[in-house]
């Protein structure tokens, strides 16, 4: 089962050492698997069933695309509105965003 890429923009308090550990805790008790921690990001994943627990909605799949004329095609993913910020991380979070599928340039 393909996972659900998540992005999580910090606030900029939380934009430290402690903050980026706090809001990796929060994410892991929720039953997200953090992949990546930047200077003000975060990047999760979980199955379409977590993200549906967690957040309410279930993102959309996108279908593999083949390569084009254009470009390299596409490996898939998933598609949502931002997702709410769960009442855990509100201190923490400013956003959390499904990560849009990545298309491969020529």
């Known amino acids: 089962m393909a996972r659900v890429k ?5 606030r900029p308090p939380a934009r430290s050492a402690p903050g980026r550990a706090a809001a990796r805790a929060g994410l892991t008790a929720l039953g997200l698997r953090v992949t990546g921690v930047g200077a003000s990001t975060l990047s999760a994943e979980g199955t379409p069933a977590e993200v ?3 957040f309410g909605t279930c993102p959309v799949p996108v279908p593999p ?3 084009s004329a254009r470009d390299f095609g596409s490996p898939g ?6 997702l ?3 009442a855990s991380l509100c201190e923490l979070v400013e956003g959390i965003s499904v990560a849009a599928p990545a298309i491969r340039l020529r």
């Open 52 to 54: 549906e627990r967690v």
């Open 77 to 82: 993913g998933h598609q949502a509105t931002d």
């Open 6 to 10: 998540l992005q999580v923009l910090l």
């Open 65 to 67: 695309r083949p390569p």
């Open 84 to 86: 709410p910020v769960p």
